[in-house]
Structure formats: structure tokens, C-alpha cells
């Protein structure tokens, strides 16, 4: 299934500082960033591109030079776990892990159940143990060690974002699969009993979902997009109560240095946004605080704190390859470099 999230598009106000592909030669992965393009729901064009930072240099089809695969269909997430690195590829139902240093293939798990796709969204890792949102109501736990599936916890409807805090995990319940009736809850499962021990009513249509420094869990509640507007809300997570609704848009969020990078769209004037929210204030510090002149359809935020820059993907028209576009901490357009299909997350080397 498509990836469910509100799209962000804006005209190409100025030309970017383009920087066009070349495959290099090999070369140890570090000084970079590896690239999770979507591509199209089922057109099997998952792939992955690494953007060498130390000359500015971008290898696109990346799994499938390394692998000598195609990657599958509509990629999720990725995330990097010890020596390994973990692909969920969404449509396909698959897992792909890889070497973290050589990017060789150590195994590609088969997410069915029985003949029923689970459909992987995301994950995390705790204490030796991989957690997996599955579409069809289930999070799985992986031993990161023999990457055998352990256990199936039964949350809510398709189940999208997760994060840990108190010992506890946190899953975002979406429903977003069905319109009529989506969910408004986040599971909270004991990690150490491996439970769901309460349901926390947090608005209509939960995705994104984080963990501040403090341990308060924030969710995003994308409403219907349309008369219900998406709004974010926190957990207490000693309590397991909403202790606030924020009153502003917000559509997607990433950790910046303790607080968060925060987007929105406008569907009355058709622009977004990137701004900051502040969470020892609890406040909205910048409502603009980068210019997305370089951008025509932001796709994703992401900061990188091994080189101290923000990364904003830009998925274009979503039909042409898109662009991972530079910005200093401070919000200043430093480059571009052209990857594959709709970017979405990056996953970073030193």
C-alpha cells in the first residue's frame, strides 16, 4: 500500500544547484547517506540511492548494484541497528537486512502470514529486539540475532508509527486503511512482558509519533484531511495520559538538536512549511524556518547530527526521479543532489 500521509506541493519558485548521478567506484560507506526512494505503488521501483558527502557524488540504484536485486515495492523505512541495516519494503512484504559495512545480503524475511501479507510500516530496536509495525494489526518482534520473528503483538488498525520510552512501546494506530472508520489510539505495550496494557485515545487517524528527551510521547493526528485538521498531541509517559493538544497544523515531524523540525501544508493557498517546535517551551519557536524556494514538492524532513545539516526531500512531480536538497542547522540552501524515485527517509554514515 501507498505510503498514507498528506503530500506537500509547491511551484519551483528558482532553479536548484543540481548535482547529476554518477556510480563510483567501490568505495567503504562512510561520509554519506543512504536513501529510501519509494518509488510507485506497485511498479516494483523501491530503490535505494548513497550520496557521498566527502565530493558531492550520488550513486542511485544502490541495493541493486551492491544485492544484484530489485529492492521491491513502495519501501518504508529504514533504520540501522549494531553491524545491520534494515529495509521494510511495504507492498512487497518483505524485510531486507544488510551489512552494514559492505552492504552485502545477510537476509531478506518473508512478512505473510499464511497467504495474507502483513505489510511492514516501521521500526525500532530495544535491548537485542527489532519491533515491526504490520498493516494487518500486529507488531513483530525480531531477534536481531537470528532474525527469526518471535512474537505477533495484536494493537489497533494498521499501525503506522512506533517509539519506546519508560520501558514501554508506543504504536501509532492509524486505521488509515479504512476511511469510513479509522482508528484514534496509540497501544502501549510493556516491553518487558511483551503486553498491550492500555489504549490511549488520541485523535482521529494517528501516523508519526516521537519521544522527547524527557521521555513525552508526541503523536500526530492526521484527522481526515479535510474538516478534521491534523494537530499533535502529548503523552505522559509515566501516566499514559494526554496531558496536551497543540493548536496548530502539522504534518511530519524530526528530532533537531532536542526539539523538532516540524512540516505543514496549506491546502487553501497550496504551500508548506518547515518550521520549529520548541520542547522544553512547548511552543512553536519558527513557524518558517527554512525558504522551500528550491523545493516543488517537499516529501520529507530529516537533520543529520553527525554533520550538523538538514536534509528536505523533494519527490518532484511523483512521477520523475526527485531530489534530496542541503540546508545548513540554521536553514541556509547549501545544494542538491538528484536521487531516485519520491526520497523519503536517509539513513546516515559517519
Known sequence: MRSIKILFVLFLFAACDKVDPIVPTSNPLSNGAIVLCEGLFQQNNTQLSFIRFSDAQVENNFFLNRVGRQLGDTGNDIKRYGSKIYILVNVSSTIEIVD?????????????????????????????????????GYVDRIDTATLNITERIPVGANPEGLAIANGKLYV??????????????????????????????VGLNPGGIKSDVNGAIYVITRGNYGSIPSRMVRIESQTDQVSEEFDFDISSFSEFNGHFLFTKHNFSSGESSVGIFNTTTQTVQEEAFIS????????GVTYNPINNKIYLSDAMNYTNTGYIHEYSSSGLFIQSFHVGLNPSKLLFYE
Open 100 to 136: 552494514a559495512n559492505d552492504f552485502s545480503s545477510i537476509k531478506q524475511i518473508n512478512m505473510m502470514n499464511g497467504t495474507s501479507a502483513k505489510q511492514p510500516r516501521a521500526i525500532v530496536f530495544h535491548e537485542g529486539a527489532a519491533f515491526v509495525t504490520c498493516f494487518d
Open 172 to 201: 501509532a494506530n492509524s486505521g488509515g486503511l479504512n476511511s469510513s472508520s479509522m482508528d484514534s489510539t496509540v497501544s502501549v505495550i510493556d516491553l518487558s512482558t511483551l503486553e498491550e496494557i492500555d489504549r490511549v485515545t
Open 292 to 299: 522551500l524556494n528550491q523545493v516543488q514538492t517537499l516529501y
